[in-house]
């Protein structure tokens, strides 16, 4: 249990999960680079002891690996998922009254704690320019945050019972903001923190809010948890920790005693300023757009402070890890909250918010012979309606019949959808809504559409295992490669224009229907590079469905109207790039060489490669 980061970083050295970088690093694009490349190896944590122009040491790559998180929490782990999971069926303490009796004691410390003296973090007034500034990807607008802990409170409902503390991306310099004293904050559709900001907005006031970076790493992680309802980011971070959360506050501020550095300040009603560009988990940037500006009031490091951080681009990447402890800990909610729900898995290779694969039950109609989905319907309106579950753009959803469905084997699972769905019938559109921030992919900023391939029945088709024949020789269109068995990617020239994609489309599908019946190729993706496309599954669901908004570019072979419900024979989905997206994240060259030296021989990295 770790009082702080820098006891963890202990820990993770004398247990051969860290190294120690003693070479002066540049925080500008080569601390990122490194990190990128020792995460991709597998390699350990990375302590930077010599960071350019600035005094602090920095930290990453902490939750790079599964095994790494878990054993960074090995000590309060257990506690940790039985009050999840009381939280999630509070029965269960009634049923085994004696049983729970540690986790309440568990609950109990999780409290957080006021204290009126001993604040280590304030030892040092600092600015925001002393600090690392860390730059991860070329077109970034400046430095970012990449792992704070953003705490306000409800300004109707103060105290820290009544707070958020989430994970919103900070930006310290560049673009407007006047160094040191403003930075920018960027939070997107459905976090707490927008509550409060309207709360305060709505009562003519300036939001108080507090950014904790360090501290234990149960703070960190307590960041990013979509926790039940009625269970606080600060208990949790206590629980998860197996300490409780020491806080107090300055001048209406609310410090966490065990953080690293503290960032206090105000967010104005309706002032904003430009925020980004800025490399993020879908592996494009996320462009330049207004997002609220927080006026700085005092920045404070602890003695001997470490910052921590994190690089996001095209997963899988360390945030990966993230989703995965969070999966363990609530997995289970999401089965309290939905009934009928049994598994949703974000797929994480697609950037985790566009591709949602789900299965559910089918107990409606089980006195007719013929079967089809209906209760899956309603499950999966509900998913699409259920906090950042409702961000996604593709939802492919089915219900275990006569064999046992795992969403993470993400070809069997497909594979067993294709197989049954009927397109026809089983495509659903939800169109003009709302979707991730960070997707470019539809018509404007959190706006865009969603489709449904819900599918259940018994077996209506085999499925390709090579490329068909149809699907070559094709005027226009070339290099016809199999993805996996039922869908095939296809090369096409490039995306001008909508209407021209419309042309285009309708030509190929014509093409397409000409040949005759496809029934064993249920999905084409139409693509910039299918070699590329059909390379890996990772390839495959990172370029189709960040690429795509389903009501623009979803087209059909023998695609019709019936009662406003669109069907088709085969789906095709244009998941060619569109000049409105934003461009993908590419490392700098010049960069990449500069880092060798820290992988040589004789040097902090060798070896790790």
């Known amino acids: 249990m770790y009082r702080n980061l820098e006891d963890c970083i202990i820990d993770l050295e004398r247990n051969g999960h860290l190294v120690r970088i003693k ?161 920018g904050l960027h939070y997107q559709i459905h976090r707490g923190i927008g509550v409060h900001h309207e709360k305060a907005s709505r009562r003519g006031e300036p939001l108080k809010v507090s950014c904790f970076v360090g501290g234990p790493p149960a703070h960190t992680l307590s960041a990013v948890m979509p926790l039940p309802e009625g269970l606080s980011e600060i208990a949790f971070a206590g629980l998860l920790a197996g300490r409780r959360f020491h806080y107090s506050y300055i001048d209406g501020y609310c410090i966490s005693n065990d953080a690293d550095f503290v960032i206090t300040g105000d967010i104005h009603p309706g002032e904003t300023k430009p925020e980004g560009p800025f490399g993020d988990h879908l592996g494009y940037y996320s462009l330049t757009h207004p997002f609220p500006v927080m006026k700085v009031k005092n920045v404070y490091a602890k003695p001997n402070a470490i910052w921590p951080f994190t690089v996001v681009g095209r997963p899988p990447q360390e945030d990966t890890s993230f989703g995965a402890l969070i999966h363990e800990l609530t997995g289970d909610a999401i089965k309290q909250e939905i009934p009928g729900v049994k598994e949703v898995h974000a797929v994480d290779a697609a950037g985790v918010h566009p591709l949602l694969f789900a299965i559910g039950s089918e107990r409606y109609t089980p006195y007719l012979a013929v079967k089809q989905p209906t209760e899956l319907l309603t499950i999966a309106n509900r998913i699409l309606g259920t906090g950042q579950l409702s961000l996604a753009k593709y939802l492919f959803i089915t219900a275990e019949d006569k064999q046992p469905l795992d969403t993470h084997d993400e070809v069997a699972f497909l594979s067993y959808i294709l197989e049954r769905i009927d397109l026809h019938r089983d495509l659903h559109f939800h169109t003009n809504t709302t979707i991730d921030t960070l997707d470019y992919s539809g018509t404007g900023l959190n706006s865009g559409s969603k489709v449904v391939f819900a599918a259940y029945g018994e077996k209506k088709r085999e499925l390709c295992t090579e490329t068909p024949q149809e699907l070559t020789e094709l005027r226009g269109f070339t290099g016809a490669r199999l993805v996996m068995p039922g869908i095939v990617a296809l090369q096409g020239p490039a995306f001008s224009t909508y209407a021209k994609a419309q042309e285009e489309l309708h030509d190929l599908c014509d093409m397409i229907r000409s040949r005759g019946a496809l029934p064993t190729c249920p999905m084409i993706i139409l693509c910039d590079d299918s070699a590329f496309l059909s390379e890996s599954l990772k390839n495959f669901f990172w370029a189709t469905f960040t690429r795509s908004n389903p009501s623009h570019d979803m087209y059909g072979v023998n695609s019709y109207y019936e009662h406003k419900h669109w069907g088709c024979d085969n789906v095709i989905i244009d998941a060619r790039v569109k000049p409105h997206q934003a461009p993908p994240l590419i490392p700098d060259p010049q960069v990449e060489k500069n880092i060798e030296r820290l992988f040589a021989k004789g040097a902090s990295l060798a070896g790790i490669l």
């Open 23 to 183: 070479e002066e690093v540049d925080p500008d694009l080569e601390m990122a680079a490194i990190h990128l490349k020792v995460y991709e190896a597998g390699g350990p944590a990375l302590l930077f002891e010599n960071v350019k122009g600035s005094k602090f040491r920095a930290a990453s790559n902490l939750f790079g690996t599964i095994e790494r998180s878990k054993f960074i929490f090995r000590h309060t782990w257990e506690a940790a998922e039985n009050i999840v999971a009381l939280r999630n069926d509070p029965v269960k303490a009634l049923k085994q009254p004696l049983k729970n009796i540690g986790n309440g004691l568990a609950a109990w410390k999780a409290l957080p704690a006021k204290k009126t003296s001993s604040l280590p973090v304030t030892a040092n007034k600092i600015k925001i320019e002393d600090v690392p500034l860390i730059k991860s990807w070329p077109m970034d607008g400046g430095a970012f945050i990449t792992l704070p802990q953003v705490y306000s409170e409800d300004p109707d409902k103060p105290g820290i019972m009544n707070s958020n503390l989430g994970m919103y991306r900070v930006q310290l310099n560049g673009n407007e903001y006047e160094l040191n004293k403003e930075i």
